[in-house]
């Protein structure tokens, strides 16, 4: 059995599917199968159930998943440890990141950690709060920046800073020129609102929770960019960070009494090695945010 066997197997049991794990690992679909069948026979087991078309995982297969993973997790963190015998002259460094910091928060980091450390190769997911968890958890990212708190609690936090949640709306809107509004204002207030698995909208539930009732929700979105721009021209509101509102122009942002807000942090795995490039790219976040308070 070789480390390629573990790559292999573990793509056909992450997509269940010889096809697109064959693409995803760039081998023919012929060259992908005969390798699964050799880790079979090394094995002496049937890893994978092949019905028709379709395949699933066997018992056999799934106690093997979760040794495999722990595997590669450990031979990742011995390269990193081993690359770290030359200080950060080389190496990589996998970030998750939720979609709001991408394009506002992310990029003058990675500008300087790759003018510091050009020999340390970068690569960026653009992640929901769970997958993100999930990752980290598998080893697959290094570290996370996301809003806290998080969903599982095998995660350590670092916080970083708190943003103000506003009431964000169109010109069209009769809220428009209010500098601030109270949350029993928002009782028949129609709102577009992201779906439920949002933190954030777990956030606005307990908020609204305090306040007694339940916001009137027209729209949920699984997309900020969509309801900034249906707010933008519709009567209705929604509330998200002043960072993310001012994306679209023509919106204004109305403060929220009582003050609610979220709060940005690092998110490591608790018990993952941290690679030194992994500790540099944090230090640098802490010491260009850490003292900041958005508006």
Not at 26 to 43: A, G, M
Not at 146 to 169: G, H, K, Q
Not at 211 to 228: C, H, K, M, V
Not at 256 to 261: A, D, E, S
Request: aromatic share 6%.
């Amino acid at each position: 059995m070789e480390l390629r066997h573990l790559r292999y197997f573990l793509a056909v049991a992450e997509s269940l599917s010889y096809t697109r794990a064959a693409d995803t690992l760039h081998l023919t679909q012929p060259t992908l199968s005969q390798q699964i069948k050799q880790l079979e026979q090394d094995l002496d087991t049937v890893l994978f159930d092949r019905v028709g078309r379709t395949i699933r995982l066997t018992a056999a297969g799934e106690v093997f998943r979760q040794h495999a993973e722990r595997a590669l997790k450990e031979i990742t963190t011995a390269r990193s440890a081993l690359d770290e015998l030359e200080g950060l002259a080389h190496g990589s460094l996998t970030i998750g990141v939720f979609q709001s910091f991408n394009s506002s928060l992310l990029p003058p980091i990675l500008a300087e950690f790759s003018a510091s450390h050009p020999g340390i190769r970068v690569s960026v997911r653009q992640l929901p709060a769970r997958d993100m968890e999930d990752l980290l958890t598998k080893g697959k990212l290094d570290i996370g920046i996301a809003y806290s708190p998080t969903v599982s609690d095998r995660m350590e936090i670092e916080e970083l800073f708190d943003e103000p949640m506003m009431l964000v709306v169109g010109k069209k809107h009769p809220y428009s020129r209010r500098p601030e509004i109270h949350v029993d204002q928002l009782r028949d207030q129609p709102l577009i609102l992201l779906t439920p698995e949002f933190p954030s909208r777990q956030l606005l539930s307990q908020w609204f929770d305090a306040a007694g009732f339940q916001p009137r929700i027209t729209i949920e979105i699984n997309s900020t960019d969509a309801i900034l721009a249906t707010v933008k021209c519709s009567r209705l509101a929604t509330i998200q960070t002043e960072r993310m509102a001012k994306v679209v122009p023509g919106l204004s942002c109305i403060r929220l009494k009582p003050r609610l807000t979220r709060t940005v942090a690092i998110l490591w795995h608790r018990d993952s090695y941290r690679s030194a490039a992994a500790r540099a790219f944090a230090a640098m976040i802490k010491n260009t945010y850490s003292s900041a308070r958005p508006a």
